[in-house]
């Protein structure tokens, strides 16, 4: 078990530029979940992966916002013409099948958006 | 749609004194999870409770899930200052969206 990997680990990028981070979760978990988190705040639900389909996408989530997962293993999310209030801590997790198994969360991607 | 609010929102005390965090939802839940998140880090799973009025203790935690599954409590009993962090309660509120209390920020006083 070598966990979950997220990379890069910081990013700050200029408003209206695109950014793409990737998440390598534990290789014998199928599911896959994005989180944003703000200082102060808990994580914030973004989307779900269970191998490689997208089951749920919160609905608070912006178009500018799109998340894949190809081959059911690594998954990208992407961020298009980024705004000020994209910076956050993007936080990726994964879990054994089963609704109710425990979140294993990589280390997040800091990103600032200048 | 779903609310999950967790009282108080921080919490300072001295070490040695106990620490209780509530969290509460407004629809019964399947199950309930505990996890930790110290400062810089990222959230770490403590525990899952999923029967009704259940308890788990885990050394100085005490974890509850009420009767009717809608709320639940942790308790630390003489805190330490390896306790400092943030509390969050999270579940599967629906489908399979997994969501996230609004946490209690512990500080431990030496």
């Known amino acids: 078990d070598t966990g979950v990997s997220q990379d890069p680990r910081h990013k700050i990028t200029k408003r209206g530029q695109n950014v793409t981070f990737r998440c390598d979760p534990i290789s014998e978990h199928n599911r896959l979940y994005w989180y944003r988190q703000t200082l102060g705040q808990g994580p914030e639900f973004l989307t779900y992966f269970q191998n490689e389909a997208q089951l749920e996408k919160s609905r608070l989530l912006s178009d500018r916002f799109s998340a894949e997962r190809p081959k059911g293993s690594f998954s990208t999310l992407e961020i298009q013409r980024t705004e000020q209030g994209d910076s956050a801590m993007y936080l990726c997790a994964s879990s054994w099948q089963g609704r109710d198994s425990p979140l294993h969360f990589g280390n997040g991607t800091r990103l600032t958006v200048t | 749609g779903q609310q999950v609010m967790q009282i108080p929102q921080y919490q300072h005390v001295q070490e040695g004194e106990d620490f209780t965090t509530y969290c509460n939802s407004s629809?019964?839940?399947?199950?309930i999870q505990w996890y930790k998140q110290r400062p810089g880090g990222h959230p770490v799973f403590l525990i899952q409770l999923v029967k009704s009025g259940e308890v788990k203790k885990q050394k100085r935690l005490t974890f509850q899930f009420g009767e009717a599954k809608k709320n639940s409590s942790l308790h630390i009993t003489a805190t330490q200052t390896t306790d400092v962090g943030t509390y969050f309660c999270?579940?599967?509120?629906?489908?399979?969206?997994?969501?996230f209390g609004t946490g209690t920020s512990l500080t431990v006083i030496p």
């Open positions: 999270a579940g599967p509120w629906t489908g399979n969206q997994f969501y």
């Open positions: 629809t019964t839940l399947s199950n």
